[in-house]
């Protein structure tokens, strides 16, 4: 038997008027580790300005690739710049579907916020969600 109030004396690190939100975006890369260093370092920090969101309200970052991107992982492009180093970080392969979208890097960051995350879409990705763009 599971002693339930454990799970009550937890303390979540979020204010009152925050609630957990998943931030998408994605941009197309070239294939090369310079050229991935900077779009996706570009696309996370363009996410922390237009959210106002901090690195302590993240609780975990999700990257896909596209199956020709072969030079670098996004999760490794980001530590290495000096990004994220305390938030869980992971990173899978899309599926291959006919007619998607090539060099395609997409971010889901889970965090706590205080309204309606703006997702990011750039270099090229804009076009894989034209009705989230502003």
Known sequence: MIDRSLFSSYSYPMKNSQRLYGIRGAVCVVDTEE??????????ETILSKNNLSEDDIVSI???????????NPAA???KASWAS???????LEPDIIGSLPFVVRILITAYLDKKP???????????????IQ
């Open 77 to 79: 492009v980001l530590r």
């Open 118 to 132: 703006i997702p990011v879409y750039l270099h090229g990705a804009e076009v894989l969600r034209r009705d989230l």
């Open 35 to 44: 050229d991935m260093q900077e779009k996706v370092s570009t696309l996370y």
């Open 62 to 72: 999700q990257f896909t690739l596209t199956k020709d991107i072969t030079s670098a």
């Open 86 to 92: 305390d938030v869980p970080l992971f990173c899978s």
